[in-house]
């Protein structure tokens, strides 16, 4: 845990980097304009099922026709956004690991460098699948938090943070060991970056906040994965960095 939260605070130290402060401008506008896309989706399918009006207690008549995002839609989005900004804003980070990554081992680890890059194609296909399990997981856990109300933050918490950890530690770590290597790193780790990912799933899911996640979670699992590369080498750890 001491390792975990060290991580965590070299990475909050590390947000007056500009690099890091352009990677919170551009997850915070495709966070927006995707929560625009979904909000219109939402608008655009209520439309075609209600196709008209829908009265609801205490807010009234909520009419669809002639409107792309209705209020239908925003009351749905308001009411899911706590568990859709988690994968939501997971999957934007995806694209911008390399950067946040590079930028805290040019900090702090000099003479680490990493040997794979991925291509533009394989990251957004890696993207979309990331954000299509994290949907789909959190959606049937829909079914779990109604069934377990008094469990429910428990389930949230424990699946995101597994979700989450897996992903940016494997993202962090396929830049120096490759895809195979990366999941076996991953493997070896999987407690350590499970409960990373717990930590980082609490500030991810409050709103404006949430908007500086996607860097701190880069950040926080480069170093987590230098530490493991540092205790396989036989190396200095996170303890004394440079």
Not at 37 to 62: C, E, N, Q, R, Y
Not at 200 to 210: D, E, G, R, Y
Not at 236 to 242: A, G, I, N, V
Request: net charge positive; aromatic share 12%.
């Amino acid at each position: 845990m001491t390792q975990i939260m060290r991580a965590i605070a070299l990475s909050i130290s590390q947000f007056s980097d500009r690099r890091f402060q352009r990677v919170v401008i551009k997850s915070t506008l495709l966070a927006i304009l995707a929560l625009w896309a979904l909000a219109a989706g939402g608008g655009s399918v209520l439309g075609w099922l209600l196709s008209g009006d829908l009265t609801l207690p205490w807010i009234g008549t909520i009419t669809f026709k002639g409107s792309l995002i209705g209020w239908g839609a925003f009351w749905i989005i308001l009411g899911l956004s706590v568990f859709l900004m988690v994968p939501v804003t997971s999957a934007i980070s995806a694209f911008f690991v390399d950067d946040v990554a590079r930028a805290a081992e040019e900090r702090h680890y000099p003479n680490t460098q990493a040997l794979y890059r991925s291509k533009l194609t394989e990251e957004v296909r890696e993207s979309l699948g990331f954000l299509g399990t994290m949907l789909a997981a959190n959606l049937i856990a829909l079914i779990f938090y109604a069934l377990f109300t008094v469990f429910a933050p428990i389930i949230f918490l424990s699946l995101n943070g597994y979700l989450i950890g897996r992903e940016y530690f494997y993202m962090v770590a396929k830049r120096h060991l490759g895809r195979d290597n990366a999941l076996s790193a991953f493997r070896d780790n999987r407690f350590r970056v499970w409960m990373c990912g717990l930590i980082l799933v609490v500030p991810m899911s409050v709103p404006l906040l949430n908007l500086l996640v996607p860097a701190l979670a880069a950040a926080s699992f480069t170093h987590l994965f230098q530490v493991w590369m540092a205790d396989r080498n036989g190396q200095r750890s996170l303890d004394h960095p440079r």
